[in-house]
C-alpha cells in the first residue's frame, strides 16, 4: 500500500529543520524494512501573522510504499519520534493518510490549497481527518502543526505543489550537462521549460548556482528558461530561486481560481 507521511512545526530558529526530521523517519522506515520512501517535498503554507511559525511555515511529506501489516508500527514510530526530537516550543504535528480508492482525494488536496490561503483551525483540520480516516495526531505545544501535516498531505497527493527537498549537486566540466545525465540524479525526473514543454535528453543545459527540483504531474521536475545570450554550448540554465518561487506563488494562483 501508499502512505503519505506528512510533518509540521517541530523546530526553531537553532534547531534541525522539520525537513531534517522527515528525512531521519522515511530513513528509519527503509532501515526497519517497514518500505520504501520517495523524496521529500517542501509545501509553502499561508504567511500570515495569525499564524505561528518558526521561519517559513512549511511542511514536509513524503511517500511510502509499505506493507500493510506496517502501518501502525510507522504511525506509532514517527509519534513516538517527534515527541522527542521535536523542541520544546515547537507545536509538532503528524499526518499518516493512506492513498487507496477509499480516501476522498478532492477533499484533502482542497484542504491542502485552502490552508496555503487563509487560516483555518485545529477543528476544522480534525473534522476533515476523522471524516476521511487519515491519522491525525499533535505531539507537544499546542499542537497547531496539525493543520500544516494534513495540509501538507493533501498539497502532496495533488502532485502538483511543493518543492522536492535539498539542492541538486552535480560536478560537471563548465556546468554544463545534457538532460539525460541531469535526469539520472535520484532527485530529477524531467527537465521542462518555464514557459511549457519537456525538454529532449540531448539538449544541453547550463547548471545555476541553485538546481532545485518542483513537484510537478507526480515527478520531479527541474524548470529551466533560455539564456539570454545562447552561447556556442547551451541553449537553456535553471531557473533561479526567485524565479521557482514566482513560479510556485503562480500555480497556486491558477490552483485557486
Known amino acids: 500500500m501508499q502512505i503519505l507521511v506528512c510533518i509540521d512545526d517541530t523546530d526553531n530558529i537553532e534547531s534541525r529543520g522539520t525537513g531534517e526530521l522527515a528525512e531521519m523517519i522515511a530513513q528509519a522506515i527503509e532501515k526497519h524494512d517497514w518500505g520504501k520512501c520517495s523524496w521529500i517535498t517542501r509545501h509553502q503554507l499561508l504567511l500570515d501573522p495569525a499564524v505561528p511559525y518558526t521561519s517559513h511555515n512549511s511542511s514536509m511529506c513524503f511517500k511510502a510504499d509499505i506493507n500493510i501489516e506496517y502501518l501502525q ?8 519520534f517527534l515527541e522527542q526530537e521535536s523542541q520544546v516550543e515547537a507545536d509538532p504535528g503528524l499526518c499518516v493518510a493512506v492513498i487507496d480508492d477509499f480516501l476522498d482525494s478532492k477533499s484533502l488536496i482542497d484542504f491542502g490549497y485552502r490552508v496555503k490561503q487563509e487560516v483555518v483551525t ?19 505545544g499546542t499542537g497547531q502543526g496539525i493543520i500544516g501535516a494534513l495540509a501538507g498531505a493533501g498539497l502532496r497527493l495533488s502532485d502538483n505543489d511543493g518543492w522536492v527537498k535539498g539542492k541538486v549537486k552535480i560536478n560537471v566540466p563548465n556546468n554544463i550537462i545534457n538532460v539525460r545525465d541531469l535526469c539520472s540524479h535520484p532527485a530529477i525526473d524531467k ?5 511549457g514543454g519537456y525538454l529532449e535528453d540531448s539538449e544541453l543545459i547550463l547548471l545555476g548556482d541553485m538546481v532545485k527540483s518542483l513537484l510537478m504531474d507526480g515527478s520531479a521536475v527541474v524548470l529551466v528558461h533560455k539564456l539570454d545570450e545562447a552561447n556556442d554550448l547551451s541553449l537553456w540554465t535553471t531557473c533561479s530561486k526567485k524565479q521557482l518561487a514566482n513560479y510556485e506563488e503562480m500555480r497556486t494562483l491558477v490552483e485557486n481560481q
Open 191 to 195: 527537465v521542462r521549460n518555464i514557459q
Open 122 to 140: 485545529k477543528d476544522a483540520a480534525y473534522n476533515l481527518a476523522s471524516r476521511l480516516n487519515v491519522h491525525l495526531s499533535e505531539h507537544g
Open 73 to 80: 508500527l510507522i504511525i506509532d514510530y514517527a509519534a513516538k
